[in-house]
Each structure stands twice: as C-alpha cells, then as structure tokens.
C-alpha cells in the first residue's frame, strides 16, 4: 500500500511537471487515463492531499495560477533545485521500476555506486544541520590514510558512479573535496559550523567538469565532432554551457569551463570522433597524452 501510494505522488508531481502548467480538468484526464483511477476523476481531496505530499516528499510547491486556472512546479530562487527535483523524480521511479520488475533480474544490469551506501546520508545530515564530520581518508595516490579529517560540508556531487563531498579542511583552512568511497570511520560531530555567505556552491561549479575545482583561468573551448557523434553529445551535453554549430559534415560545440584534468580525460575518451579546436594549449595537451600512449605501446 505505502508503494503504490508513492507511486500515485510520483505520478502527480511527474505529469505537472512534463506539461508545464495544466488545469485541474486537465489533470484529471490524465488521472482516468493512468493506471491509479480505475476509470473514476480524482476526489478533490486527493488532489489536495498528493499536492501537500509533493511539498514534503520533494520539497516542492505546486502553485495555482487564478488568470489561468492551471497549476505548476513553481519556481525556486535557487537554479540548481529543478535539476536536483527532476533528479529525485527519475530516481523514484527507476527504483520502483526495478523493485516491481524482479521476475526480470537476472534481465537487468545496473552500475554500482558504493560510496552511496554507507556516509551519504551521513554527509548529508551534516549539510542539513551545517555540522563538522570528521573522517579518516585514504587517496588512491598514497599507502597510508590520513587520520581525522576535519571537513565543514559544503556541497555534494555525483560524477561517474562515485559520491564526493566538498567543503573546509578546518586544520588547513582551504576548500577540498574528497570520495566518499574513500573514506572510513566518517562520524557526524557535535560541532556546529556557519557556513561561509561569500561561498556560493554553484558558481563554485559552474565552469568545472568533473570533481577537480580549480582557480584557473575560465576559457573558450571549441571542440568538432562528426555528426553520428554531435547526436550523443547533443542528447547528453558535456556541460551546461554547452552550444552546437552545425556546419556541413560536422559541428562545433562551444564551452566556457575550466581546463582541468577530468575534462582532458573525458576528450581523449573520446577517441578520434572528437578534435580540439581551441584553446591551442588544450589541443597540445591532448596530443602530449596521446604521444605518451603511443610510447608506453611501443616500449
């Protein structure tokens, strides 16, 4: 019962939210049409109910236009909350797709993401409540962990099926960032924190790709790829700043990011079906690296 019902909300908050703005008869066409009405509109006070879960189970607000009759997602002042509301949206009902579809497992192969398992949540009680973690942690460059890392969290991400968390090393007063599925012994401290007000996390991130955040230079980035590839890129962007020019047989995506060392990884994974076009000191990179390739074969 408790996980139909989450379904039901999850239907709620998907369809206002893939139409846009939608009246209330609108909606409860869709609603006879889904799978939850047996062919009946929905009660009003269901609709009430559904729209206060929203608020508490997603955090946010399903507003009501009186010009228009019609009810939407309302607007957070903050531009990242839709990407973080659509991300939980997507991850509810893919759990719930791969909970219902068990006859089928032995079908289905999914990617790990262990850091999430055992001091997500504990990194994130800590940013609800701006609390110091401490934590021992062990990089993949070094043979013995450091002991006691005292980190107030500022933000977490998620980048290729790992969980890192950034914010303030207290002992070397700096800003750093750390993989969770590196760490052990993570515990939630007494100590309180007030977060820095001149440190905005999504400037913080703005420009970089990937988990390396850096002071550098902000740069144009221009990259061609041929056109079977500009379609994989077009559906999943490399970056929010991304921009396509299509020319005949090719096109030029256009960035304004950081060059880092997970960017740089990211192109020469690539292959051949992308080439740097600019900054010149990015496509010297690139051939660097694969020089070094091709050397460590011919050794």
């Known amino acids: 019962m408790a996980r139909d019902l989450l379904n039901r909300y999850i239907w709620f908050v998907d369809t206002i939210r893939r139409y846009g703005r939608i009246t209330r008869a609108g909606l409860d066409e869709c609603w006879v049409r889904s ?3 047996n062919g009946r509109p929905m009660p009003r006070r269901t609709f009430h109910n559904y729209r206060e879960a929203a608020q508490q ?3 946010i607000e399903i507003a009501y236009d009186p010009a228009t009759y019609e009810y939407y997602i309302e607007g957070d002042s903050d531009p990242h909350a839709p990407d973080v509301t ?25 990617e790990n993401v262990p850091s999430a398992r055992e001091f997500l949540a504990s ?6 409540h701006n609390r110091v973690i401490r934590f021992d942690y062990l990089p993949y460059t070094r043979s013995t962990p450091t002991r006691g890392v005292m980190l107030e969290p500022y933000f977490v991400k998620i980048f290729r099926q790992r969980w890192y968390v950034t914010g303030r090393h207290t002992g070397e007063n700096r800003i750093k960032t ?17 977060p820095d007000p001149a440190f905005d996390a999504a400037e913080y991130v703005r420009h970089s ?5 850096s002071d550098g230079e902000v740069r144009d980035v221009v990259i061609r790829a041929e056109p079977r590839q500009a379609k994989y890129m077009r559906a999943l962007p490399l970056h929010h700043s991304q921009r396509e020019f299509v020319h ?4 030029d995506f256009h960035y304004r990011l950081r060059i880092t060392d997970d960017f740089v990884a990211e192109i020469l994974s690539q292959g051949p079906r992308l080439t740097v076009m600019q900054p010149p000191e990015l496509r010297m990179m690139i051939r660097s690296r694969l020089r070094e390739a091709l050397d460590a074969y011919d050794r």
């Open 123 to 128: 990194v994130i009680d800590a940013l609800r």
């Open 35 to 37: 799978a939850f009405s």
């Open 209 to 213: 790709f990937g988990v390396i955040f």
């Open 178 to 194: 750390y993989a969770l599925d590196r760490m052990s012994g993570l515990c939630l401290t007494t100590t309180a924190f007030e």
């Open 86 to 110: 659509g991300w939980l949206l997507n991850s509810a009902v893919t759990s719930e797709l791969i909970t219902s579809s068990r006859d089928v497992s032995s079908k289905i192969f999914l």
């Open 248 to 251: 005949d047989g090719y096109s």
């Open 57 to 59: 189970m997603f955090n």
